[in-house]
């Protein structure tokens, strides 16, 4: 970059005026901007009137007088008053001071200017120094939240007429720097019983609370908004400089007519100005030159005075509606993400889906309170309740629907059988309604038994069972018929073995009539040949008895016969061997 020694400017110039009409640029001072090549460190003071403000620029461009320091209730300085001068510590580098005008000014009777003042300082420095009296409070925050946001509306909604870059972390690099100075501080620095900085105060004076109604709410947000919008924050304290009288010649006063400890505390302020004030970066990592302030502000005054910014109030409302809705829609968002990963469809009960929904609901609400943005009224609440009543009403309609298809499909599945035997009509007999119905119950134990059927369970099955009358009905009618047709045959058959039995009864009478006179010439029979048989058998006997009788007179014949042999024989032989010729008788 081609470093062009800087023109001296004895005095500040009016960069921007502000009338009561639109905002005026002076061309005297772009002039001096396009003249300076160098990259900047601008360094721009905002704050209520009377507070104080041109006194501390007027020490860090190193004069006693330079920016008009007032010293009645009328605020001097009007617009943004800029003073360029040789960095002090960075070398090659042009120090701009911007000095605005008080806010607050009675006189004006219209805070449109005031806002349109504040943001222009905002979106042009590196180093924001934000000048308030006393101390820390609600209201000086809610007010620098306010301005914070709509410099990002306005610079959004320019962003394609500067370099056509405009993404957040972009954004974040042109961040400015928070400086936040507190004239005439009076409280103790002390937390717990503990002594703590400065830098401790402004960290504690923006740390959420704790809590989740809507006080906790509209505190906490703009806070939450500092925070992310200034990444690097700094606060320094003042004591009163002298006494109240001499206030009106504070310019004038040599540092020793001063409180020693302001006089510290003033010199701390410009070498930490001095030491940590960054160069002006543009979107892209551009390090911003005079020539690119000027067409910074050339920018922004065109988008202000066409309307862009109009006022305060509009602006709120109209950004308190987009991150309101917005707000809403991320609370919906992680609701729905919230039941996406937990709620399984269909759930066993209601109340297990209610309770998937509160607890979502609960933590949709934490995102909503911590992203809204003075919902005072708590209408984008209700919005928001109301969109996740839908959300429930929706989910019951869901959830219903899913329990109904499930338990279709589980019906069809285990009733098939059922149906299929009805078909083929293994019920169409004697008893067959007391088979289907045991059936029928067996097959709704199985279903009952089903898990994860959901809340149309019972529904689902009385339904399905009513459909099924009409067939438990003729199924029943057809079993009392064949039932009665089949008592009626039975009854006509025993009918029948009554009667063939009454008839065979009567044949074996007359059959016993008739064989009685045979039983009587049977029983003659019988005796006459039981007669004949013991005649026979006493033939027999005789008979028997006269050939035993003729075989023992055959026997002793033959005995006797044989007993004269033999003896003649003897004596034959002992007529031979006796020496004597003696016979000797035995």
């Keep these: 970059m081609d ?10 110039l009016c960069l921007i005026e502000n009338t009561n009409g639109p905002l005026l640029v002076n061309p005297e001072a772009l002039k ?11 360094v721009a003071i905002v704050g209520p009137y009377r507070t104080g403000k041109s006194y501390l620029m007027n020490k860090l461009a190193g004069k006693k007088k330079g920016f008009s320091v007032g010293s009645t209730v009328q605020c001097s300085t009007k617009g943004i008053w800029m003073w360029c001068v040789p960095h002090p510590k960075k070398p090659n580098h042009t120090l701009v001071l911007l000095d605005t005008e008080g806010l607050g000014d009675v006189e004006k009777g219209d805070k449109t200017n005031d806002t349109h003042i504040f943001v222009l300082a905002l979106l042009l420095s590196s180093t924001f120094v934000y000048n308030t ?6 209201g000086a925050i809610n007010l620098l939240n306010c301005v914070t946001e709509l410099s990002q509306l306005l610079r959004r909604d320019t962003s394609h007429a500067l370099n056509g870059v405009d993404d957040a972390a972009d954004f974040v690099r042109v961040c400015p720097d928070l400086v936040w100075t507190l004239r ?31 006080h906790f709410q509209n505190f906490n947000l703009p806070c939450l908004c500092i925070q992310k919008f200034f990444p690097v924050k700094k606060c320094f304290i003042f004591d009163l400089p002298t006494h109240q ?9 040599h540092n020793d007519d001063l409180d020693p400890k302001f006089v510290q505390q003033v010199a701390e302020f410009c070498s930490y100005i001095f030491s940590y004030s960054k160069t002006k970066i543009l979107s892209g990592g551009i390090q911003a030159s005079g020539s690119h302030l000027k067409n910074l502000v050339q920018t922004y005054v065109n988008a202000i005075n066409s309307g862009d910014l109009p006022c305060m109030e509009s602006e709120i409302l109209t950004l308190a509606q987009i991150k309101n809705s917005a707000a809403v829609q991320m609370a919906i968002a992680h609701y729905d993400q919230q039941m996406g990963q937990k709620l399984q469809l269909p759930t066993e009960t209601c109340q297990e889906l209610l309770d998937l929904h509160r607890a979502s609901e609960k933590e949709a609400i934490e995102v909503f309170m911590k992203n809204s943005f003075k919902d005072e009224d708590q209408e984008y609440w209700k919005k928001l309740e109301m969109q996740l009543l839908a959300k429930l009403n929706d989910f019951h309609k869901r959830n219903k629907k899913a329990s109904l298809n499930r338990c279709s499909a589980l019906l069809q599945d285990i009733f098939h059988p059922l149906e299929e035997n009805v078909k083929q009509g293994v019920y169409a007999k004697p008893g067959g309604h007391s088979l289907f119905i ?48 089949k008592k009626e045959t039975e009854g006509l058959r025993e009918e029948f073995m009554k009667a063939e039995a009454q008839r065979l009864m009567e044949i074996l009478t007359q059959h016993q009539q008739m064989m009685e006179p045979r039983k009587t010439v049977h029983q003659e029979q019988v005796r006459l040949m039981e ?3 013991v005649y026979q058998e006493a033939l027999q006997q005789r008979a028997m008895e006269r050939q035993l009788q003729e075989e023992v007179k055959r026997l002793k014949e033959r005995f006797q016969a044989e007993n004269r042999q033999l003896h003649n024989e003897l004596q034959n032989l002992l007529r031979n061997d006796s020496p004597n010729g003696t016979c000797i008788l035995l």
């Design 3 to 12: 470093m062009a020694p800087l023109n001296h400017m004895p005095e500040p």
């Design 245 to 253: 009288k001499k206030l009106a010649q504070l310019e004038t006063l």
């Design 531 to 533: 007669t004949n048989r």
């Design 32 to 42: 001096i901007l396009s003249a300076i090549r160098q990259p900047t460190v601008v």
């Design 438 to 485: 045991q059936k029928r119950e067996e097959l709704k134990e199985k279903y009952n038994q089903e898990p994860r059927k959901g809340i149309q369970a019972e529904e689902a099955l009385q339904k399905y069972l009513e459909s099924m009358e009409s067939v438990g009905v003729t199924i029943l009618q057809t079993d009392l018929a064949l039932t009665a047709i």
């Design 184 to 214: 005439d501080f009076y409280l103790d620095l002390e937390a717990n019983g503990q002594l703590i900085t400065a830098d401790e105060y402004l960290e504690n004076s923006l740390r959420p609370k704790q809590g989740t109604n809507q």
């Design 133 to 138: 009296m006393n101390k820390i409070d609600h």
